[in-house]
């Protein structure tokens, strides 16, 4: 019914500019109205690294208010229009995208090894199935020189409209990038 980005209020003079046509940097998050309530769909440690978690609350429940947010950034204006064949269509589906990255060994101060290696899944993105359109929210992060590039995982979110996007992100699955039903 609703979509709103968040990103940390006061961290720049203007907005971050979020809007880059067959995808949007959301930052912190999605906040999805739903008629049940609002949903969040954001970037946290849960998995670490950093991976998508979605969350039946609203994104003001993570992190910390006040002058360092959240504040609400978009999208508006010509942005919604990737959004208009989902807004206030139901969710039909929703398929989620699994990494595993081997962590370690650490090292401690004098250089020695403080543990064994050990490997770890992490949910990179989600899809969510509209009837007219499929929605990625990646963990991401946009190289500021080179937005067609990102490190993923990341703390950030980044909603993503379309398949070719999806790929050149580095996601390959066939039935990941196909929207189900």
């Keep these: 019914m609703r979509v709103d980005y968040w990103d940390v209020h ?27 309530g609002p949903v ?7 998995f670490y690294p950093y991976g998508v978690e979605v969350l039946d609350e609203p994104i003001g429940y993570r992190p910390a208010s006040g002058d360092e947010g959240p504040e609400r950034v978009g999208p508006d ?25 081997r962590i370690g060994p650490g090292r401690r101060a004098d250089d020695s090894v403080a543990g064994a290696a050990y490997s770890i899944d992490v949910p990179v993105a989600v899809r969510l199935d509209f009837p007219a359109a499929a929605v990625w929210f990646v963990a991401g992060m946009p190289q500021l020189s ?3 590039t ?15 996007k999806m790929r050149s992100l580095g996601f390959d699955d066939a039935a990941f990038l196909r929207r189900a039903g």
């Design 10 to 36: 006061n961290f720049g003079p203007e907005p971050a500019p979020w809007d880059f046509g067959d995808w949007h940097h959301a930052v912190m998050g999605v906040e999805l109205g739903t008629d049940r």
């Design 40 to 46: 969040t769909v954001t970037w946290t440690d849960t």
């Design 77 to 101: 204006g010509e942005g919604v229009r990737a959004w208009s064949s989902c807004l206030g269509s139901p969710v039909r589906g929703a398929e989620c995208w699994w990494e595993r990255f």
């Design 146 to 148: 080179d937005s067609s």
């Design 150 to 164: 990102s490190f993923i995982p990341a703390d950030e979110i980044m909603a993503v409209f379309s398949p070719d």
